[in-house]
């Protein structure tokens, strides 16, 4: 059992990021039954979930424009995706095989129309909190281990916010996998060791 003060964080492990999904990351599906097995080691563990509406502005549906294209919003570039994690859908579900009731707390994002929140401390205008940062400290938690997907999106600026806010933060990177778009992955792992963050 680890200590009292880390904490394990599970990003968006929902079927529309497994294989068949609307956003699917290749391998996604295989890191499920690993982070089974690691979640209870830890005493703090939180969950998040992307979940968006029909209508959110990170569609390219919503824009008229090819998915994987980008445009700029006032927060800055947005990279515009297939509509995925709509709230309530099958497809917005953790993935069937994951122990979600392990989860203290899980965290849904991107709820917003307008603004896409990749981090699960910070929706991508880097100002608006989730109040994860608050859950955290006041369960007296310092240091966090973080899985899931996508290494180079939610993973990478979750992990950077979390080295920002002052956490130790260390990405298991065999309990990740990436949607690698134009370098992005490469892009992401020099973003977070700039930002403090270790890798095991
Ligand atoms: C994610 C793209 C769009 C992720 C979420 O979980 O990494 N990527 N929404
Ligand atoms: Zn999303």
Not at 7 to 23: K, S
Not at 153 to 178: H, M, Y
Request: charged share 20%; aromatic share 8%; glycine share 8%.
């Amino acid at each position: 059992m680890r200590s009292a003060n880390e904490a394990i964080l599970v990003i968006d492990m929902q079927n529309d990021f497994c294989p068949g999904g609307a956003l699917a990351v290749a391998g996604g599906d295989e890191i499920v039954a690993p982070i089974n097995a690691l979640v209870p080691d830890y005493q703090v563990r939180v969950f998040t979930q992307d979940w968006h509406p029909a209508d959110h502005k990170s569609f390219a549906s919503q824009h008229s424009a090819d998915p994987y294209s980008t445009v700029e919003m006032p927060y800055g570039t947005q990279v515009l995706w297939p509509d995925h994690c709509i709230i309530g859908t099958e497809g917005a579900a953790f993935h069937k095989g994951l122990n979600a009731d392990e989860a203290d707390l899980i965290i849904r994002k991107g709820f917003r129309r307008d603004i896409d929140s990749y981090s699960a401390f910070f929706e991508n205008d880097h100002t608006t909190p989730t109040g994860l940062d608050g859950y955290l400290r006041t369960r007296g938690v310092d240091k966090i281990a973080i899985v899931g997907l996508a290494t180079d999106f939610c993973v990478n600026f979750s992990a950077v916010d979390a080295a920002k806010l002052g956490f130790d933060v260390t990405v298991i990177e065999s309990l990740c996998r990436a949607i690698d778009l134009d370098g992005s992955l490469a892009a992401a792992k020099a973003g977070m060791t700039e930002a403090g963050v270790r890798f095991a």
